[in-house]
């Protein structure tokens, strides 16, 4: 069996899309009857062993993603790799590709809809854009033979736009990179944090919808026995005295590290489709305090962290006071086992798998073996 996947979200410092298809590639190599290939945006025409890139526009201010502008080679080279099944993992010029790729082979073509692109515009652009780009996802989605959804949340929306063939599809996480074995003892020295300072932590860009307002205006409530750490590119230069930041993209390992040496996430997200941060998170073992929106509202289960009123500080801070006023270890410890029980990638996958199977055949997968 031959999965061959295509999507525009990828990018040296992209997130959640790209950690998904690496982590497939990962798990599904172990089964030598099955092969993937993944087809991305590139500087230039290029392959190495199963990855192959077509050039594309390089988007400014875009952290390295690059947009396709036409269709034809995405689709020839799909249909090149002659593939049992198609993914396509963005709503543009990629997918269409492999609807026709799809046509042309006489294959299933699945699509992964990983980001909730109306809502994002429409934030931006208005309510009359966030129309218009309700119609075309929905023309576009019924047009799969599987549409995929991170979130039920996710799901929901795709099923009221009129898209019925949706099954929820959630990411997972790397179980022995974010542990909390990664604790690090020195990790606040080394940033100057005092080691009494209740820290908290968020990852990511500052985009509009990670509302990083938020969670600095929550800091200057807090005060000064709460210290946050913010990793990502774009970060604000102005901030309090009781937060620190890392303005720059950081890699999964440093990451990783932060995540297990701080004592809880602050996320204050509400267009979250997986929040794959805060499972990181939890898999390092400390507890999330987080906007009761999006696919954090379905993720962050009662015990593993607390979930507060979107877009308001005073809620975010009472909800922080209220878990640090609790047993945060215990909090942290649950909240590792739920991502073992739930989010592990084998078992993801395995459940994939079995999804593309049927697609293909109507018959049970083959069996994964155990990861060691």
Not at 31 to 59: K, N
Request: aromatic share 8%; proline share 6%; with cysteine.
């Amino acid at each position: 069996m031959h999965i061959a996947d295509v999507t525009m979200f990828y990018a040296p410092a992209s997130g959640g899309v790209r950690t998904y298809l690496q982590a497939k590639q990962h798990v599904f190599s172990r089964l030598p009857q099955l092969r993937t290939s993944l087809l991305v945006p590139g500087a230039e025409r290029d392959s190495l062993g199963d990855h192959y890139t077509l050039p594309a526009l390089h988007l400014p201010l875009g952290q390295g993603y690059r947009f396709p502008l036409r269709g034809a080679a995405w689709r020839d080279t799909l249909i090149g790799l002659q593939p049992d099944l198609l993914e396509a993992g963005d709503p543009y010029v990629t997918a269409w590709a492999a609807l026709a790729a799809g046509q042309r082979l006489g294959v299933p073509v699945v699509g992964f809809y990983h980001s909730d692109l109306p809502r994002l515009m429409g934030d931006r652009f208005g309510r009359h854009v966030e129309k218009r780009l309700i119609r075309y996802v929905a023309n576009l989605y019924r047009q799969f033979d599987s549409v995929l959804a991170p979130c039920n949340a996710m799901a929901n929306r795709l099923r009221d736009w009129g898209v019925d063939n949706v099954r929820v599809q959630p990411l997972g996480v790397d179980l022995a990179r974010f542990n909390p074995q990664q604790r690090d003892a020195t990790f606040r020295q080394t940033l100057g944090i005092s080691r009494n300072k209740k820290l908290l932590i968020f990852v990511g860009r500052n985009s509009r919808e990670k509302n990083i307002d938020i969670l600095l205006s929550t800091m200057r409530l807090l005060g000064g026995d709460y210290h946050l750490l913010l990793m990502g590119p774009g970060m604000p230069h102005h901030i309090a005295s009781n937060v620190t930041i890392v303005n720059r993209c950081c890699g999964a390992y440093e990451v990783a590290k932060a995540l297990a040496s701080s004592d809880a996430l602050l996320h204050a997200g509400t267009r979250e489709t997986f929040g794959l941060i805060a499972q990181e998170a939890m898999a390092s073992g400390i507890p999330v305090v987080a906007a009761r929106a999006g696919a954090l509202a379905e993720n962050v289960p009662l015990g593993a962290g607390i979930l507060c009123r979107p877009l308001d500080p005073v809620a975010m801070a009472e909800a922080c006071v209220a878990l640090f006023s609790n047993d945060i270890a215990a909090s942290g410890h649950h909240a590792r086992r739920h991502v073992e029980r739930h989010f592990n990638w084998d078992g993801v996958m395995h459940s994939l798998l079995e999804h593309y199977q049927f697609l293909c055949h109507g018959s049970q997968p083959y069996a994964l073996p155990q990861h060691r």
